[in-house]
DNA sequence: GTCGTAGTTGCAAATTTTGGCATCTGCGGG
DNA sequence: CCCGCAGATGCCAAAATTTGCAACTACGAC
């Protein structure tokens, strides 16, 4: 199962709890495929469990992002998202202003922009998640 | 001034209009000299134009955002703060999500990601403001 | 296994942000 | 200088997100 709650990054912090509301927040994200809103984690954590509340997924979600485990997606006129951040897997996101694509970037296309933060300013960026916003090719293409 | 609104960048677009509150709360941005919560925008604001709505505050900060005229600052456990981009000084951010602290990230130094951008993906970055979080030098040297 | 405590949760209320819609207005055209 | 209308605004209501707080519980200590 890709959703051991009990591994390595998560909740190793002293004083962090593993309470059965935070796994089924976690493995609700997991076990979906795409991008889930708040409430559509509430929903499935609900089919688990009918009486966790929404201020709790808004704030095991908000834990989680913290902790790294999740990526926050933000596109404008639409609800927030979250994705699973999946080691071997990670990535980050290019949006198109113009018609709404969304590209994954690989996390090592990041690389040189985290080596320059850490040699000018020694800040080593949290290369967790990060949306990026633009214009795809085809629509530089359409415009231009 | 440097709240020049009819100049080369903003509103330069078919159907779009310069009304008196657009130009308020451009105004109310440029002349701080930190970043205004939409709350604060529209006191400011409302200093000038009593009956100027909050929603349309929201509108037009996301408009102008939109335009590239003000960037969008996150952190989390604020509001969303917005701050005048000044052509000359664009720059963007990364926090420290340790003890918040705040560098300002030279536009220049996403130039490299930028390009891998455009060529890998085809994709062209809208570097009008960014926020990066990780951990600061400071805080770095204390946790480890 | 039991205890104590700090960390979490559920619930309700507050706050922030968005949306609908009728009315208004900036601004290009005549 | 006046018209017409797409684009904006104000106001009201709905939706989304955050907060306060008393009750609950995971988990390290004994």
């Known amino acids: 199962m890709s959703c051991e709650i009990t591994s390595d990054r998560p909740t190793a912090q002293s004083g962090v709890r593993l309470t059965p509301q935070r796994a089924m927040v976690l493995e609700a994200i997991y076990h979906s495929d795409g991008h889930l809103s708040v409430d559509e984690v509430h929903e499935r954590v609900q089919m688990l469990s009918p009486y966790v509340d929404l201020s709790t997924v808004y704030r095991t979600v908000m834990f989680l992002k913290q902790q790294?485990?999740?990526?926050?997606?933000?596109?404008?006129?639409?609800?927030?998202?979250?994705?699973?951040?999946?080691?071997?897997?990670?990535?980050?996101?290019?949006?198109?202003?113009?018609?709404?694509?969304m590209i994954e970037v690989d996390s090592a296309d990041l690389t040189e922009l985290s080596e320059i933060l850490s040699e000018k300013y020694g800040f080593t960026i949290n290369l967790v998640h990060l949306t990026l916003t633009g214009q795809c090719s085809a629509c530089q293409a359409a415009s231009g």
């Open 68 to 101: 790294g485990v999740i990526g926050e997606l933000r596109l404008d006129g639409q609800p927030v998202r979250y994705e699973a951040v999946r080691s071997g897997h990670e990535h980050h996101h290019a949006v198109c202003s113009t018609c709404g694509a």
